[in-house]
């Protein structure tokens, strides 16, 4: 009777137990996350969820069809928004994600992981919104090289920014008051109106070095504009000086850059030089003013 009643206790400990649940995306056998070719470490991109006494893990897959929500895809699409940025903004046309429908991923032997998009992408100011397809490669192997992307968009420029884009250009241009401003937007999130054709430059210039500093670990987003100072202008372009601060997601930091910056409505934004900044180790990103 002794030894049935301890067998009936050990069984009652074990059924009563706290169990951990282990949901995986795609079919096959469970494996650990060091196991599986396609994982990623955990903490990054591993989603954990708690529902009562069990914990629910969902493994995120880099490669195949990617989940429009997790990290992988919307990292890409982030990089096709700088890269979107460079070709067509200006202090009146600042373009942001909006929505990742689809994508998928693909290694490409020993050269780097290929991307493939299906997104929204929307014109701040104007609130047009813009189907887009795009195809991004991250080189693999040592050392930092930029992403490529290509990307086609359909509405997305139907916005016309030119009047608006001249009368600021022509006001600037010729005169004797050159224009300055600093904390962007300020520790409360606001900012003065005649200060967000500075701020949105500021966040188009950024997107130059955003693109080029992009790989498959960072989520970058600009903060802050510190401080600018408009120059004399030179050959038709409005030039300044800016010091951005870029906030990368994923590290939580704060990046300093100096960048000098040129635009008019014929040439467009064009940074003509960069300069990184030493790190500030108790910077904190202002409240987020681009939603």
């Not at 299906?118 to 919104?129: A, D, F, G, W």
């Amino acid at each position: 009777m002794g030894w049935t009643l301890l067998i009936l206790l050990v069984v009652l400990t074990v059924v009563h137990g706290n169990p951990t649940v282990m949901v995986r995306t795609g079919s096959g056998p469970t494996v650990g996350f060091d196991q599986h070719p396609n994982s990623v470490p955990l903490g990054e991109d591993i989603q954990t969820t708690t529902e009562g006494e069990s914990e629910v893990v969902e493994e995120v897959m880099t490669t195949g069809v990617l989940n429009p929500s997790h990290y992988p895809a919307r990292r890409a699409a982030t990089v096709v928004q700088h890269y979107l940025n460079t070709r067509y903004g200006s202090p009146y046309r600042w373009i942001f994600l909006s929505t990742v429908h689809s994508g998928s991923a693909e290694d490409v032997a020993e050269m780097g992981r290929k991307y493939q998009l299906e997104l929204t992408m929307q014109e701040m100011i104007s609130n047009v919104s813009g189907q887009c397809s795009a195809e991004l490669f991250f080189p693999g192997g040592e050392g930092q090289s930029a992403p490529q992307v290509q990307a086609s968009c359909e509405g997305l420029h139907q916005s016309n920014t030119t009047a608006q884009e001249e009368a600021f250009y022509q006001q600037h241009r010729a005169s004797n008051n050159l224009v300055s401003g600093n904390n962007i937007p300020d520790s409360y999130g606001h900012m003065e109106p005649s200060m967000k054709p500075f701020w949105q430059l500021g966040g188009v210039a950024s997107s130059f070095i955003m693109l080029r500093e992009s790989n498959e670990s960072t989520l970058y987003n600009m903060a802050q504009v510190a401080n600018f100072t408009q120059l004399e202008t030179e050959k038709d372009q409005l030039r300044f000086n800016y010091h951005v601060l870029l906030h990368e997601m994923i590290s939580q930091e704060i990046i300093h850059w100096k960048l000098l910056v040129t635009w008019s409505p014929e040439q467009g934004v064009q940074v003509l030089q960069t300069e990184l900044q030493p790190k500030c180790h108790h910077c904190e990103a202002p409240p987020n003013t681009t939603n």
